[in-house]
């Protein structure tokens, strides 16, 4: 199949995992066409197959905000005609659907219907949970999520409350985040043991939280957790990644007179070397449709701390291969963490679980259930 691919491309769940599913489908022997503003950070290296189109954006004086949906559709077009394309795939419904939605249009009418470019979006979370709701955005997205060929969404939760807070009756298939299972294992090897000697020089334990410290994301809990923990286990703490509450979160820990026992490492590609060093992977959100940043974990070994929202529970299974706790629980957070830290058969028992549901969610397992949709959606 040749399938355009439309995500945003800075760092993100729904980019990455756009963008893995277009590495893999290329592997697979399909023709991958990129369309956005700029190459998807995950795009590295050479792969056959994989094209990549930049959307140019002309700023005019008279417009004051650039008008990128438009500029998108233009080149959604072009690259339809012009690469034969079967089919469009927007991840992350704003605006991406809604501009494969005037491709689409565009094209039937230039052509008599001829080109009837099919387009499937997929819903990630925010665009769904938080940004899709508010009235200027609103009546666009619930047209362009029902006039889409075809929906997924990546966790149960997300199709429900799409429905339910949408009022769309149209189906939703659940597809839900992967994980490429042979790159996100446990890595003892030189560079990691001495990582883990310098930052935790005497044994103690890492806890680790990745996140774009987003509000919505919680990291204060992550590091009122950590103080806690701290008082019974050894322990250090490690947050990957950048965003608008890491001041605010710097701050609580250097009042906490905790700062030196965390580790505040920015945005970090080498995931798999610093999660091979943890013990417990937190993620506290208060909105969290699926939560790939845990499957990456749990793909390492690692087991989850988690809140109950959203997507979550579905893959973290309570006490199997970590634990659950309401939003803002971080007493009960830190019980568990301490729990598991300190009870090293328990550990050995969830750490294994963790890996074993990682890999239901393997590329090899889930990647196929992507290209039926596509097959299905293009014959319909
Ligand atoms: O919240 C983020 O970290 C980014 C966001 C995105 O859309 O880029 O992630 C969402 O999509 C991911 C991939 O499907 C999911 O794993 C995340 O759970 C989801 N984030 C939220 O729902 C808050």
Known sequence: MKIGITCYPTYGGSGVVATELGKALALRGHEIHFISYAMPTRLNGFIDNIFYHEVEINNYPLFEFPLYSIALASKMVEVTKFYDLDLL?????????????????????????????????????????????????????????????GVTAVSKFLKDKTQQQYKISKDIEVIPNFIDIHKYKREEDEKTLCF??????????????????????????????????KKKVDSKLILIGD??????????????????????????????????????????????????SALEAMSCGVPVISSSVGGLPELNHHGETGYIAEIGDVERMAKYTIELLTNAKRYELLSRNARKRAEEFSEDNIVPLYEKFYEKIIAS
Do not use: W
Not at 117 to 136: A, N
Not at 221 to 226: C, E, L, Q, S, Y
């Open 89 to 149: 795939h927007a991840h992350y419904a704003i605006p991406h659907a809604t501009s494969a939605y005037l491709a689409r249009e565009i094209l039937k009418s230039e052509t008599n219907n001829s080109i009837d470019i099919k387009f499937i979006t997929t819903l990630h979370g925010t665009d769904i949970t938080l940004t899709g709701l508010e009235p200027s955005f609103l009546p666009t997205m619930k047209f362009s999520i029902e006039k889409s060929d």
């Open 196 to 229: 883990k000697k310098n930052f935790a020089p005497n044994g103690e334990k890492i806890l680790v939280h990745t996140s774009n410290f987003r509000p919505l994301k919680r990291v204060q809990d992550v590091i009122k957790i950590f103080n806690e923990v």
């Open 243 to 292: 965003g608008p509450d890491r001041s605010d979160c710097e701050r609580l820990s250097r009042e906490l007179e905790i700062f030196e026992d965390i580790k505040f490492m920015g945005k970090q590609d080498a995931l798999v070397e610093l999660l091979s060093v943890a013990d417990i992977f937190i993620i506290p959100s208060q909105s969290e449709s699926f939560g790939l």
